[in-house]
T-cell receptor
Framework: LAKTTQPISMDSYEGQEVNITCSHN???????ITWYQQFPSQGPRFIIQ???TKVTNEVASLFIPADRKSSTLSLPRVSLSDTAVYYC???????????????FGTGTRLKVLA | DTGVSQDPRHKITKRGQNVTFRCDPI?????LYWYRQTLGQGPEFLTY????????KSRLLSDRFSAERPKGSFSTLEIQRTEQGDSAMYLC????????????????FGSGTQLSVL
């Protein structure tokens, strides 16, 4: 099971700012928070990664509160082409290897309307 | 193109046949992951490698599935005696594991192989 929880879907209009929140109550000290975007018939694509406070790149911003139990992906001024599924991931140490792997949840389906 | 490549892009097979998929990761990446994805679901973890060593295989994975990564470069995923329930997109990803015991890897995915079992 994924260690993260996200809303199943969201709708927005072009030009609006979209904020998608992810809950990761059991995040470990060594965990970074990584967001991916996936379009139909394509593999997920890395968007942004952070450990604490705020990270910004040319695509998005990531806000992480001090307790790190949640994070918010912010997409400024979305366009129709931002319609996709967005996944929030942290590492998973469960299993037999003793190393981290990455378990995806069902993600958030963002639909941008004209 | 120096991204992750997967071959074939599409595979149609009859139930009971064996299929093999190939993944070529980004050359300097030491980790390679296989995921399976069905419509409306997130990618489901199957297995992963660090160099040539297979570190873990999902407990949900049938013995009909096997993966290899000889010489720590490309990887193959074989499904024996395919069943209709195996129909899915099979995704490969690679990453550079930092060795810092931190989950700051960035996974780079291929476009996947779409398997249809008739």
């Amino acid at each position: 099971l994924a260690k993260t929880t996200q809303p199943i879907s969201m709708d927005s209009y072009e030009g609006q700012e979209v904020n998608i929140t992810c809950s990761h109550n059991n995040i470990a000290t060594n965990d970074y928070i990584t967001w991916y975007q996936q379009f139909p018939s394509q593999g997920p694509r890395f968007i942004i990664q952070g450990y604490k406070t705020k990270v910004t790149n040319e695509v998005a911003s990531l806000f992480i509160p001090a307790d790190r139990k949640s994070s918010t992906l912010s997409l400024p001024r979305v366009s129709l082409s931002d319609t996709a599924v967005y996944y929030c991931l942290v590492g998973d140490l469960g299993g037999t290897s003793g190393t981290y792997k990455y378990i995806f949840g069902t993600g958030t389906r963002l639909k941008v309307l004209a | 193109d120096t991204g992750v490549s997967q071959d074939p892009r599409h595979k149609i097979t009859k139930r009971g046949q064996n299929v093999t998929f190939r993944c070529d990761p980004i050359s300097e990446h030491n980790r390679l992951y296989w995921y399976r994805q069905t419509l409306g679901q997130g990618p489901e973890f199957l297995t992963y490698f660090q160099n040539e060593a297979q570190l873990e295989k999902s407990r949900l994975l049938s013995d009909r599935f096997s993966a290899e990564r000889p010489k720590g470069s490309f990887s193959t995923l074989e499904i024996q005696r395919t069943e209709q329930g195996d129909s899915a997109m099979y995704l490969c990803a690679s990453s550079l594991e930092s060795g810092l015991a931190a989950t700051n890897e960035k996974l780079f995915f291929g476009s996947g192989t779409q398997l249809s079992v008739l």
